[in-house]
């Protein structure tokens, strides 16, 4: 039997009309329009890519999008600077810091000075914290982007997860661990496995929900796979083809799991639409949380 195709896509676009209509709302009884602001450092090609389609979602989700294209050799004081103008001011309800930053500045430091009421990616150290004590529902804090549209992944091939065991391959603060904090508060056993994880395979068998996020092109096989596991691929990784063309892939060998998992996401297609979304849902979420607005 073929696993069932998890269309991030077609879940991605549901989302999004369901936080256009919230904003629409927003607008209508409290004259409220959510803004995020997304701070560019550099030229990277990638980082440009996915900055365009973050500001493009914005504009139609019927939110205010501002762009801060800052030189790659910005003094780190000065990009301080910026995110501190940012958190000051009013009309800003959420604040992106497009990651990877140049070498010579220190993330972690930049991250650490996101006001945690704007942080709609949900990575200062008050958003881990409150995700890490169970503190992260409608009222509280910010969840992490990819960690949040991957559980909404999962979930729509089964929305009762109490009991599963899940395992992650990988233990980054930007994915496994707030990743593992919601499988947790969704009351599975949960395995954060890693390069030094012994019998890795072994590990990967136990797993009812299977999450691969190391960043290594098709690593997972299928015998890894327990049968009828819900597979979540996270990697994106560019393999080289015949005639100098390239191709996109996950973590998982796609072709040959789909043929024993129960439900497995594509790549792409799968966990990157729903990233954005989850962006624009965690503007809105900022921009109420911030108001102590309901609707």
């Not at 000051?88 to 497009?98: K, N, R």
């Not at 990616?121 to 969840?143: E, F, T, Y």
């Not at 083809?241 to 129960?262: C, I, S, W």
Request: aromatic fraction near 2%.
């Amino acid at each position: 039997m073929t696993a069932t195709l998890i269309d991030g896509k077609q879940i991605a676009e549901a989302l999004r009309r369901e936080i256009a209509q919230s904003v629409a709302e927003l607008k209508d009884r409290h004259n409220v329009t959510p803004a995020l602001a997304v701070v560019l450092v550099g030229d990277d090609p990638a980082s440009q890519v996915y900055v365009r389609s973050k500001l493009k979602q914005t504009v139609e989700a019927g939110m205010r999008s501002i762009e801060y294209v800052l030189p790659g050799t910005i003094a780190q004081s000065d990009l301080v600077a910026c995110i501190r103008t940012l958190n000051a001011d009013h009309d800003v309800d959420g604040i992106l810091v497009q990651l990877p930053l140049p070498g010579h500045i220190d993330a972690d430091a930049v991250i650490a000075e996101l006001d945690p009421a704007k942080d709609v990616d949900g990575l200062s150290d008050l958003n881990a914290g409150r995700l890490a004590s169970g503190k992260s529902g409608l009222l509280s804090g910010i969840v992490p982007c990819t960690p949040l549209g991957s559980l909404m992944l999962v979930k729509s091939v089964r929305q009762d997860l109490s009991g599963l065991e899940a395992v992650i391959i990988g233990r980054s603060n930007l994915f496994g661990k707030p990743m593992a904090q919601l499988l947790l508060q969704e009351s599975c056993t949960v395995t954060i496995a890693h390069s030094r994880t012994a019998d890795l395979p072994a590990v990967c068998r136990r797993a009812d929900i299977l999450i691969a996020a190391v960043g290594r092109a098709e690593m997972v096989k299928s015998d890894w796979l327990k049968p009828q596991a819900i597979v979540i691929d996270v990697g994106i990784n560019r393999i080289s083809l015949p005639e100098g063309k390239t191709k996109l892939v996950g973590d998982v060998d796609f072709a040959a799991a789909r043929l024993h998992a129960q439900a497995i996401t594509p790549v792409p297609g799968g966990v990157g639409p729903m990233t954005l979304a989850c962006l624009l849902g965690n503007t809105l979420k900022a921009a109420r949380l911030r108001r102590r607005l309901d609707v």
